[in-house]
């Protein structure tokens, strides 16, 4: 909102907050950073990007083809703006059903930013025994899956 709108509408009596995006925002977005901070490990630095999308009104079947072609074993569901809706995986990736992801789709899958600490994320990752974790900008947008083996490789320098 511009300013002097938001004030406008101070003005009038409305509760106002003006958003201006910053440093964190923008290293949240996994957007390239310079400076001491820059060398630090995050999740976003080894994301593969490559990971399979669907719509929600793909059909199962075909969200699981071109998942298996892809060689992944999950299908992130997102909308026309790439904001995760949901993920295919397991049983629901391995189906030949003939109706529409949204129908069984796993609901608010869990996310991380790109800025999240890479030891710390990998760390948790391990007791929790997860192998795999979607990682999004601030507004939701789908940037990649960060593998927890992936993770393990780039602490241990290899």
Do not use: F
């Not at 890479?118 to 007791?127: D, F, K, S």
């Not at 083996?149 to 290899?158: I, K, P, T, V, W």
């Amino acid at each position: 909102m511009h300013a002097r709108a938001a004030w406008q509408l101070d003005r009038l009596g409305y509760r106002v907050y003006r958003y201006a995006p910053g440093k964190a925002d923008w290293r949240a977005a996994g957007l390239p950073t310079e400076g001491s901070g820059a060398v630090e490990l995050r999740a976003g630095s080894i994301v593969r990007s490559s990971v399979p999308t669907c719509r929600p009104h793909t059909l199962v079947s075909e969200a699981s083809a071109a998942a298996r072609a892809a060689g992944w074993d999950v299908c992130i569901v997102v909308n026309e703006n790439g904001i995760v809706l949901g993920r295919l995986r397991g049983d629901q990736l391995d189906s030949t059903l003939q109706e529409p992801v949204e129908a069984v789709m796993e609901l608010g899958p869990t996310t991380t930013r790109a800025d999240d600490d890479l030891a710390g994320l990998v760390e948790r990752m391990q007791r929790r025994n997860v192998g795999s974790i979607l990682v999004t900008d601030p507004d939701g947008r789908l940037i990649g899956v960060l593998r927890r083996e992936d993770g393990q490789a780039a602490l241990s320098g290899r």
